[in-house]
């Protein structure tokens, strides 16, 4: 609701300098519009400070030109006060419509730098993803490319199976410095050309944050017939069940079909590390190192070695069910783009993952992303199951990318109540949402250590292992069967729709 203060309460300001000039240019009462003003000037303050995250840096670019107009109506209702109430009135409507539509065209645009502080920035060496017709039909662009001295190459040329989408007709288009305050203005124009399906920013897209805690929650269960150390600081396990998941496997000898892939696509994995590396085999060296820690938390949590006498433990005690590798999208500060993050979804398709785990995304400017949508097609068209973080700002996944794609497996975050965590976006207007534990986890952490930290990032990784543990049952489960299989095997929460069912591990072992 705060983005209608701003508005609302500027033309509050000029309806009533407007009636108080009418008012006392006819010797009536303006008392009444004299605290219209006053409650009107204090509403606009408050308008610049109360949001999320308040907008103090937006003072001087949007206060000066407001209160510069405002003058200026002032003066204008004093000079024409005397006018008839109907001419006054409809010139001030006018003058209203003015400031709104056309001399600020940027009230949304105001609204979103005060209250959007999570809005992306765009990659700034490849700032649009241009969906092509025909490749033959680029050489149309060059007027406009040549006018604003584009660059424009192929977002994705390593495609080993072009058929399965329209990613191969995507191109990047990098855009000088001089010329980003003319992004809108470019965007037209290339679409008005008519040789383009589509046109899309390519977004800087981060590790959803995450939030360290030393708050340790004791599991109460001990029973699991494993020897890690740290399986007392794993509370979800009590709430996923996972001692009995791990009797069933003992009992009836369960043995997979294949050992199945989880890549983490993320900021690296450290390889060596003493819970991770039995579990781990390389497609790149870059991508085998994590100087943030984010990916290697997450690593753990999707496939740490189980029964090692070391760290913690993941959902298959004899660690013949998964194994887990990391394709590197993310910077050693936890920051890639949208061309970045959907090159990473093609190659793990191409080498044949079967899950892959991302706990990263964002809110979107765009009302739709085709290219995300273009990626989760490629990658069903090869068998894998992509698993992506809800997001941590208490909002709707629907506002965030890649949470908001059709095709993917929306994980939202619960407490040790069961309660779905402070921060964690909700999924009840998500097709396929779903729930797992994520404040207070333990897991790896770079240099051989272990952290507790907070985040739907915990959560994803939680639903992407067991989402491998099916798929190495039943290998050709597709996306929508595995979740039908997560969802109807979950245990209801007080939340409701808004997390999502709670994973349950051995109920959805025995359903695949």
């Known amino acids: 609701m705060w983005e209608f203060i701003y508005p609302i309460s500027y033309i509050g300001l000029l309806l009533s300098a407007a009636v108080f000039f009418y008012l006392k240019e006819r010797d009536l009462n303006a008392s009444a519009a004299k605290r219209g003003f006053w409650a009107s000037a204090l509403f606009y303050g408050l308008s610049f400070f109360i949001g999320d995250g308040g907008m103090l840096f937006s003072l001087i670019g949007v206060l000066t030109p407001d209160i510069a107009f405002l003058l200026a109506v002032v003066l204008i209702f004093n000079r024409l006060a005397p006018k008839p109430r109907g001419i006054y009135f409809m010139i001030f409507a006018v003058i209203a419509g003015l400031k709104v539509y056309v001399i600020d065209n940027k009230v949304e645009t105001v609204t979103k730098s005060l209250f959007q502080t ?40 390593n495609l080993q199976h072009p058929e399965y989408s329209d990613l191969d007709d995507y191109y990047v288009l990098d855009i000088p410095d001089e010329f980003l305050q003319d992004l809108e203005r470019i965007k037209k124009e290339l679409k008005k050309i008519g040789v383009s399906d589509w046109i899309e920013e390519n977004e800087m897209v981060q590790a959803v944050p995450i939030f360290e805690s030393d708050n340790i929650v004791r599991a109460k269960r001990t029973d699991y017939k494993v020897n890690d150390p740290a399986l007392e600081k794993l509370w979800g396990f009590d709430a ?33 590390h003493e819970d991770i590396s039995a579990n781990y085999f390389s ?34 005690p004899d660690n013949n069910f998964i194994e887990i590798t990391s394709i590197k999208v993310l910077s050693d500060n936890g920051w890639g ?45 090869a068998g894998t199951v992509v698993v992506v973080a809800a997001g941590n700002s208490n909002a709707d996944a629907t506002g965030f ?46 240099k051989n250590d272990y952290k507790l930290l907070n985040g739907t990032s915990m959560a994803t990784p939680y639903v992407a292992g067991l989402a491998g543990m099916l798929k190495a049952v039943n290998p050709d489960l597709t996306t929508e069967e595995l ?12 939340a409701g729709a808004e997390t999502g069912k709670l994973i349950q591990p051995l109920q959805a072992l025995q359903a695949a």
Not at 345 to 372: C, E, H
């Open 118 to 157: 999570e809005q992306l920035d765009l990659a700034p060496n490849a700032e649009l993803l241009l969906d092509i017709k025909d490749h033959n039909l680029k050489g149309a662009l060059k007027p406009v490319l040549d006018k604003y001295n584009i660059t424009m190459s192929l977002a994705f040329p």
């Open 240 to 272: 996923m069940k996972v001692s009995e998941l791990y009797t069933y496997i003992r009992t009836e000898q369960l043995k997979p079909s294949k050992k199945a892939k989880v890549a983490i696509l993320d900021t690296g994995v450290e390889a060596d």
């Open 283 to 316: 497609v790149a060296k870059k991508s085998d190192y994590d100087k943030m820690g984010h990916g290697t938390h997450c690593a753990g949590i999707a496939g740490a070695v189980s029964n090692n006498g070391k760290g913690i433990a993941s959902f298959a």
């Open 337 to 381: 783009t949208q061309q970045g993050i959907l090159d990473g979804i093609t190659k793990a398709a191409d080498l044949k993952m079967d899950v892959i785990s991302m706990s990263l995304g964002g809110p979107s400017n765009d009302a739709s992303q085709r290219a995300y949508a273009e990626a989760m097609k490629y990658a069903a068209k």
């Open 401 to 446: 990318s890649p949470a908001n794609v059709e095709g993917v497996i929306t994980v939202s975050a619960i407490d040790e109540n069961l309660d779905r965590a402070k921060f964690s976006n909700t999924v009840d207007n998500i097709k396929m949402g779903i729930a797992a534990p994520g404040v207070n986890i333990y897991s790896s952490f770079p």
């Open 483 to 494: 979740y039908e299989i997560l969802n109807n095997s979950g245990k209801e929460l007080k």
